[in-house]
């Protein structure tokens, strides 16, 4: 994959989301952003999770920042972006290796792909978070400041 090919990838799933106007192009850039961090990471001799993991990272603070620049879900961008990394391929001949009895070679693959999906939502999961005890803390700051 490449940051190109993430690009349409988000473009198209963010039109079957049927997202309109500047929030189609945002979707796009950030999956763009992300395919291009994955592709560096590898490149750079990390491990496949571990790429998708800091794509991940940085596709979700993307998503929470354009999220509240244009106000709307963060799923709105964070989705569409997320889907090129998903392990797809890794899916497909986990379940062909299944098949065609080859059942050493499926757990080795299935276990490859499970924790590249892991990684993805880890990812998601920690800024998830991150955001949330933040906007809790401004919550709670902002209630005492008006008291």
Known sequence: ?????????SLGFAILFNI????????????GIGGVIYDLMVFM???VAMSLFIASILISILSE?????MKCPVTTFLICA?????PGGGMYYTMLEIVQNQLDSA???GV??????????????????????YNQITN???SLCQK
């Open 20 to 31: 309109k106007g500047d929030k189609l192009a945002v979707a796009a850039l950030i999956g």
């Open 107 to 109: 757990i080795v693959m």
């Open 82 to 86: 997320i889907i090129p990394l998903v």
């Open 140 to 142: 709670k700051r902002k």
């Open 45 to 47: 001799n990390h491990s």
């Open 65 to 69: 920042l354009f999220a509240r620049i």
């Open 112 to 133: 490859n792909t499970i924790v590249q999906a892991c990684s993805i939502v880890l990812g998601c999961i920690l800024i998830s978070s991150i955001m949330r005890v």
């Open 1 to 9: 994959m490449n940051g190109f090919t993430a690009v349409f990838a």
